[in-house]
């Protein structure tokens, strides 16, 4: 089992930032791919970004790439999103999955085996 916490989710002004963390604890993180996903109200999740397991390869959503970074820190257990350029769109509960595997991240849901509990971010002058 693999336990997902997110963290840093709030509220922000368009045109802001936000730094979100997932930091992970009861297997060896750097097993693992990693993702961020989003579900909006009324809206499904949807994939926003993945990294595999040693930062080779990111893959990110058409709707945040130049804006949002994933990245990892293996030492910490730790995989981030950092978020700019935010607009209302981006509004949505952000979640941080895992799946053990070497190989490149996926983009569905579906292929994920753990999941956070979500933290909220919105985005509203």
């Known amino acids: 089992q693999v336990q997902l916490v997110e963290s840093g989710g709030g509220l922000v002004q368009p045109g802001g930032s936000l730094r979100l963390s997932c930091a992970a604890s009861?297997?060896?993180?750097?097993?693992?791919?990693m993702a961020w996903f989003r579900q909006a109200p009324g809206k499904e999740r949807e994939f926003v970004a993945g990294?595999?397991?040693?930062?080779?390869?990111?893959v990110y959503a058409d709707s945040v790439k130049g804006r949002f970074t994933i990245f990892r820190d293996n030492a910490k257990n730790t995989v981030y999103l950092q978020m700019n350029s935010l607009n209302p769109e981006d509004t949505a509960v952000y979640y941080c999955?895992?799946?053990?595997?070497?190989?490149?991240?996926?983009?569905?849901?579906?292929?994920?085996?753990?999941w956070g509990q979500g933290t909220q971010v919105t985005v509203s002058s």
């Open positions: 999955a895992a799946k053990r595997t070497f190989g490149i991240p996926g983009s569905s849901s579906s292929w994920y085996d753990y």
């Open positions: 009861g297997r060896t993180f750097s097993n693992y791919a």
């Open positions: 990294i595999s397991w040693n930062s080779g390869r990111t």
